[in-house]
């Protein structure tokens, strides 16, 4: 019987080379794919520089569009940016070249194999520079922000209940012409708010709106209906030749609005309307901190804000007008000092608190007459041992009352070139506001202020020029 075999397949030559040469395949994808990872992290890299600068030029470019001069920190753009990496670029060229002389054994450069990528290190300043060109560009072609007419209302609460509705004007984010970032009413003396980042359209850190208190066109007044008048708060800015003998006090009004702060406590934003509210606080604003006893204004309230931007119009851009001149009055070198009269010189002090006990000394003059005070409150005070007191009881203190009182004397011994000191001294509580007002004139006008709480040390006495009480004083308000 033939005994029959069947074939090995190792004893095939075409399928063993086949085999072999499988695996050799498979081996050399491999060892390919490791000789290009030096090659895949150089591209990984510059593609990770590249995008950074994109974002970076397309952010400094619609910051620039943006317009945000308002911004304190106006140091951003790309201005301030390309000037700062065109120095550093060199510094880093001249490092490169000055390292590449001091290197002691230059290395012969190898011949690079056939689709090896050699690194260059000027490459990373090329990825950068191009990323961040094409984000400018991109940023540019995009579009700056658009302007849209909308209506804002402002809604005062309880105790005031008063509202008021005025046009306003939206602006949008740049590239983005339905989104509004800020809006601002066209009235002067009206807020502006802040609804989102005015360059990104992301809502701010915190998520809620603000009003903006740095405009400077919200400082002119406004009446308001419903808001009940009051004796304002004047922040004073001395002004003038004292030696001239005609003074000038410039006094900015500080309206009801700008008299308080503002904090965010929520808001809603849909497409181009929404509402915001913020808790009005007088004590949040200590630059313009007043005391007025019997005061109208309330020393908190709810603000509501509501506004809507017609996205499918646009606001027709009106050239800009120059400002008004302030009505400052020049003083002539050639005008001769008025003279003191011989039985002194007429002067009011007001005192106001909300502490317990205000005393207020005289120094570098002397007090010839005082008149008896005008008391507003349940307080007591005199003029005692040459200090002007003003005192009332502890518990009403501490609930916040205040009282002031007016007195009117008569100051001798002074000249335009003396300095009068003012030592002042509080209790343990409240608020307190010393003011002086020169006589000279139809009526009074305050020329020194001094404003403070219990916390503040006594220490060197407040000054207040005798150049300002001596002679006429003006009153010009700032615009």
């Known amino acids: ?32 794919a490791i000789e290009r990872l030096p090659q895949l992290a150089v591209v990984a890299v510059l593609g990770v520089v590249a995008i950074w600068a994109y974002q970076v030029g397309a952010g400094d470019f619609r910051y620039q569009l943006a317009d945000l001069k308002e911004d304190p920190l106006y140091f951003r753009g790309p201005g301030p940016r390309i000037a700062s990496w065109i120095v550093f670029s060199l510094l880093i060229w001249g490092a490169v070249v000055v390292a590449g002389r001091f290197r ?22 090329a990825a950068a520079w191009a990323g961040y060109a094409a984000g400018g560009a991109i940023a540019v072609a995009e579009g700056g922000p658009v302007l849209r007419p909308g209506t804002l209302r402002l809604e005062i609460g309880a105790p005031l209940a008063a509202s008021l509705e005025t046009s306003a004007t939206c602006k949008t984010v740049p590239g983005k012409p339905a989104v509004v970032a800020s809006i601002v009413a066209d009235e002067d003396g009206l807020p502006s708010l802040q609804v989102l980042d005015g360059v990104t359209g992301r809502p701010r850190g915190d998520g809620l709106a603000f009003i903006d208190l740095a405009w400077t066109g919200w400082k002119q007044s406004i009446a308001i209906p419903g808001i009940p008048d009051r004796p304002p708060i004047y922040e004073l800015i001395p002004a003038g030749n004292p030696a001239s003998g005609d003074l000038l006090v410039e006094a900015e009004a500080v309206p009801f609005l700008r008299a308080y702060g503002y904090q965010p406590v929520d808001n809603e934003v849909s497409g181009g309307s929404g509402t915001a509210h913020f808790q009005a606080l007088r004590g949040r604003v200590s630059r313009y901190r007043d005391l007025i006893a019997d005061d109208p204004w309330p020393d908190s309230y709810e603000l509501t804000v509501r506004w809507t931007c017609d996205l499918r119009a646009t606001v027709p851009v009106v050239a800009p007008t120059p400002p008004p001149t302030p009505p400052f009055v020049a003083l002539g070198s050639s005008q001769t000092p008025t003279p003191v009269p011989p039985s002194g010189v007429p002067v009011t002090v007001q005192l106001t608190s909300s502490s317990e006990l205000l005393t207020v000394g005289v120094e570098g003059a002397t007090v010839a007459s005082v008149e008896k005070p005008v008391v507003t409150g349940d307080a007591s005070a005199g003029y005692v041992d040459g200090t002007f007191r003003l005192e009332q009881a502890l518990d009403v203190a501490k609930a916040g009352r205040v009282v002031n009182a007016t ?13 009068i000191l003012l030592p002042i001294a509080h209790g343990t509580v409240g608020l307190f506001a010393v003011t002086v007002y020169n006589d000279l004139g139809a009526e009074p006008v305050p020329v020194c202020v001094r404003t403070g709480d219990w916390r503040d040390q006594p220490g060197r006495p407040d000054e207040c020029r005798a150049a300002w009480l001596v002679g006429p004083v003006r009153w010009v308000a700032v615009p």
Not at 13 to 31: C, L
Not at 410 to 418: A, H, N, W
Request: proline share 7%.
């Open 1 to 32: 019987m033939a005994s029959s075999s069947r074939p090995v397949a190792k004893d095939v030559p075409g399928v063993r080379r086949m085999a072999t040469s499988d695996r050799h395949g498979e081996r050399g994808w491999f060892e390919g």
């Open 104 to 125: 002691r054994r230059p290395r012969p450069e190898a011949t690079p194999t056939r689709g090896e990528l050699r690194w260059r290190w000027w490459w990373l300043l």
């Open 407 to 419: 007195f009117r004397l008569v100051l001798r011994d002074v000249t335009s070139g003396t300095v």
